[in-house]
């Protein structure tokens, strides 16, 4: 399909400018009509066909492999989030001790990928809440940020998805999510900026309120001893 330069223009502009079409990841509605291996037979043809296009020798013993594992790659691991099958189970529990202040799980380690450049995007997420009367396991919001990561993503809409995500099995509006991430797109390609990183937040009910978005960011900010 050829694309005319006007078109060509508007979709380096939305790329660079890392600009989100929709807060819900764009999925056509066939998106899970073929299975993982027919993905994967598929995706592999045209890495295959890219990496010829390039100049590539897949008859190298170090490049045989790479469309089938880059395929695989796509489809099992670092785009696995797309699969609603995969999607973590987030049981919840009775607040029977009656926590009533703000649970705060920081440093969450984030691996996802640029949707405009298909490149990482690595860093942490801070998530807190204020229990509704239930409460959720601690591991469980590190695989809900884990789960929504596996996609192509743009960085606002991630922050979106995980409160809107544990707002949902909580109860509650009082949840919050404030990622810190470099983004490769960045860092590796275009201005090159090694240094930079980017932060964006996402609060809800009672962490809109000055006073409770600031203890939480003191909490994110408090010094962890082991």
């Given at each position: ?8 223009e508007q979709f380096e502009e939305i790329g660079d ?54 395929a695989k790659m796509f489809v099992k691991e670092i ?148």
């Open positions: 399909m050829k694309i005319d330069n006007t078109l060509k400018d890392h600009v989100s079409s929709s807060e819900d990841t764009p999925l056509r509605a066939d998106a899970f009509v073929l299975t993982d291996d027919e993905k994967i037979e598929r995706i592999r043809e045209n890495i295959r066909e890219v990496m010829l296009t390039l100049g590539l020798d897949l008859d190298d013993d170090s490049l045989q492999g790479t469309p089938n594992r880059v785009f696995g989030g797309l699969d609603p099958k995969r999607k973590p189970k987030s049981s919840t529990f009775d607040n029977k001790y009656k926590y009533g202040e703000m649970l705060v799980e920081k440093n969450i380690t984030l691996y996802s990928t640029c949707e405009h450049h298909l490149l990482p995007i690595v860093g942490k997420a801070h998530i807190a809440y204020i229990s509704n009367g239930t409460v959720v396991g601690l591991s469980k919001m590190n695989r809900v940020v884990d789960y929504f990561a596996k996609r192509p993503q743009v960085q606002e809409r991630l922050n979106i998805q995980i409160v809107k995500e544990l707002q949902k099995v909580l109860n509650t509006e009082d949840v919050a999510c404030v990622i810190d991430a470099k983004h490769l797109c960045v860092n590796s390609r275009g201005i090159r900026d090694i240094d930079s990183s980017t932060v964006t937040a996402e609060y809800g009910g009672k962490f809109k309120e000055e006073s409770t978005r600031r203890e939480f960011l003191d909490y994110i900010n408090l010094e962890t001893n082991y």
